[in-house]
């Protein structure tokens, strides 16, 4: 991707302290061949999350620091971050390491001729570090959200993309961006309804480095399922 390209990188947090900085280093190591920025969007984290990068932002002139305190939400913190960024190119990640900054790189070259470009742990190659059965629930969840929403895509919760942000202005951003990972296969959905051009490439999920997930998979899942199933009823 030419340097002159701008590339906006959105960082959606909630008590990521240990692990934003850490995360900022790699990605700055790993986007220096492109114009970038990084956005951090913080959801007023009681652990000094904000704090921390607002530090960053003095240490990377590239990285900027948007702190919530109302109608908070990771869907929400997404779309103020996309509302606020510069970029021809918009870049989604988790904050905890489980996406690998190494992977960027990957995304903004297959993003040529594409809309969007999503890393995917279930296509050949992907993977995911975590117990079997955590896999085979994930794996299971994603399939039976693309069976409802009629929708070829295999990794539907990963949020792990590069769009973009030409793509992302013809779409309700409001009506997309609610609720939690849920705004991922909404966003999936319809673009494909737009005949938008997906591709997904191969990738290895990781594990939380500091903290703990926010994530409890069975109640999420239904509540994902519920929302697919609506959806898919309101299209028809």
């Known amino acids: 991707m ?11 947090t909630y008590n990521e302290r240990e692990n934003i900085g850490p995360l900022v280093d790699e990605i700055v190591c790993n986007v220096k061949n492109v114009n970038y920025e990084i956005i951090i969007v913080d959801d007023n984290s009681p652990d000094g999350t904000g704090e921390e990068a607002k530090r ?8 900027r620091t948007i702190i919530r305190t109302k109608d908070k939400g990771l869907a929400k913190s997404i779309k103020e971050g996309i509302l606020n960024s510069k970029g021809e190119y918009i870049v989604i990640m988790d ?11 990957r995304l903004l070259k297959s993003v040529r001729g594409n809309d969007m470009v999503l890393a995917s742990r279930y296509i050949k190659g992907g993977s995911m570090v975590a117990p079997f059965h955590k896999f085979f629930l994930s794996k299971l969840l994603n399939q039976t959200i693309g069976l409802i929403l009629g929708v070829d895509i295999k990794d539907l919760t990963g949020g792990f993309f590069v769009i973009k942000k030409g793509v992302l202005k013809l779409t309700d ?3 997309i961006f609610q609720g939690y990972g849920d705004y991922f296969f909404k966003l999936a959905y319809t673009l494909k309804k737009r005949n938008s051009t997906i591709k997904e490439i191969p990738f290895r999920y990781g594990e939380r480095i500091y903290g703990s997930s926010k994530t409890v998979l069975i109640k999420i899942g239904l509540d994902y399922i519920l929302q697919a199933l609506r959806i898919r009823l309101k299209s028809n």
């Open 2 to 12: 030419p340097r002159k390209t701008r590339i906006s990188i959105i960082l959606p």
């Open 173 to 175: 951003l409001d009506k």
């Open 56 to 63: 960053l932002g003095k240490k990377y002139n590239r990285v």
């Open 95 to 105: 904050t905890d390491f489980s996406h690998p900054p190494d992977v960027i790189s």
